[in-house]
């Protein structure tokens, strides 16, 4: 993997995150718990390259986001889309989703992330917010999405580093 800057980047980040997905991988004692994600955001905030991403309050992802400081967005060729649906079908609390995808991970960063990625954001989280009811401007969100009340955190992070393969 080689370090550039996000502004290289020459994919279409909304379509790598939307279409494509990517792993959201947060450490898990010594090992990490990778997450499947398609909502999320990339920009600027606070005069910083940031994300966004979503957690629904039920993840065992969420309280991983919560313990620690930086997380990893990785983004796969179409050939890992079978690891990604085992990630985000299956809950890190009953499956070492690591071991059932073959998926590498590395653990040179602040984040753990995947030696199998073609890109990898390292984010530090810098704010959290809960995705409240009451925050709707349309009323057909909180059914389409929300009917079991199982609302989404969002995670404001800065990007502080961007890998890709070499």
């Not at 990893?72 to 060729?77: E, T, W």
């Not at 984040?111 to 009451?134: G, M, N, T, W």
Request: with cysteine.
């Amino acid at each position: 993997m080689k370090e550039i800057n996000i502004r290289d980047v020459k994919e279409n980040v909304v379509k790598l995150l939307a279409d494509n997905w990517a792993l959201l991988t947060a450490k898990d004692g010594e090992g990490c718990n990778p997450m499947t994600v398609s909502w999320g955001g990339i920009g600027a905030l606070w005069g910083k390259d940031a994300a966004t991403v979503y957690v629904r309050e039920s993840r065992y992802t969420k309280t991983l986001m919560d313990n620690e400081t930086h997380f990893s967005l990785c983004f796969f060729s179409e050939a890992h889309k079978d690891s990604l649906k085992i990630c985000g079908a299956k809950s890190g609390r009953d499956y070492d989703k690591v071991k059932e995808t073959g998926l590498t991970p590395v653990y040179d960063e602040k984040a753990p992330y995947f030696k199998e990625a073609e890109l990898v954001l390292i984010c530090r989280k810098r704010a959290v917010q809960l995705l409240d009811e009451s925050s709707f401007l349309d009323d057909e969100i909180m059914p389409k999405w929300y009917s079991d009340h199982d609302m989404h955190y969002i995670y404001f992070s800065e990007i502080e580093k961007v890998l890709i393969s070499d």
